[in-house]
């Protein structure tokens, strides 16, 4: 895919995952703000969405995602209401290691990152919010029971994949629990030169923050 498509698609993704959470009264506004992407852009991009089907625009003159993509909204939420919080903290996380950040969810047939913020550094795969995960990922190993007794998985709910995948790429993920029973997964990718998994501490602590979310409880993030 070249650079200004991906580019569209990552922009329509974080604006399809963002708009339940929208303050209704100024969605346009809202939705820039939560994805960071100008407003004019925000304005372009959903009447592109409308014209493929992935929203609509309701008499009332509000935005909503269309019926067939609401279970990829919903999945898309892993902490509702929290969204703007859930990317102050994971940004931090990629300004704090440098490493590709992402945010894993599992669907009924596969693991999407409904995230992905690039990391300072050009790896061996694409970055891009709505990319899908391998299934012998990092994340996919915290996040699938069948790979509970895998050789890569590390203390405090974690796995790593050091070169099993590419060689060249490290990811260290940890698992998250959300409120309902749900799980998602937070991972970093880097060079097999940095090692992911030297960045654990940071990893833990970003999730731990995020699942903290989950309550009214302060949120503390340095």
């Known amino acids: 895919m070249n650079e200004p498509g991906r580019e569209v698609l990552e922009s329509g993704f974080r604006i399809l995952r963002a708009l339940p959470d929208a303050d209704a009264r100024r969605q346009v506004s809202s939705l820039a703000e939560q994805t960071s992407i100008p407003r004019s852009t925000v304005h372009r991009l959903l009447h592109q969405l409308r014209r493929s089907g992935a929203v609509e625009l309701g008499a009332d003159g509000r935005w909503t995602v269309s019926p067939h993509l609401l279970e990829i909204a919903h999945r898309s939420q892993p902490v509702d209401g929290r969204r703007t919080e859930i990317n102050r903290i994971i940004q931090a996380l990629r300004e704090q290691t440098g490493a590709t950040v992402s945010l894993v969810v599992a669907t009924e047939t596969n693991l999407v990152a409904v995230e992905m913020i690039p990391g300072r550094e050009k790896l061996v795969i694409d970055a891009y919010a709505g990319i899908e995960m391998p299934d012998l990922s990092a994340a996919a190993i915290v996040l699938a ?57 940071h990893v833990q602590r970003a999730a731990n923050t995020i699942e903290a979310l989950r309550s009214d409880a302060p949120i503390e993030w340095t």
């Not at 890569?152 to 709910?157: A, C, D, I, M, V």
């Not at 993920?173 to 959300?178: C, F, G, M, S």
């Open 145 to 201: 029971p069948t790979h509970r007794r895998s050789v890569r998985k590390r203390p405090l709910h974690a796995a790593v994949d050091d070169e099993d995948l590419l060689e060249g790429l490290t990811c260290y993920a940890r698992l998250l629990r959300l409120p309902g029973g749900g799980r998602a997964s937070i991972q970093i990718a880097t060079s097999a030169g940095r090692r992911a998994e030297n960045f654990a501490a």
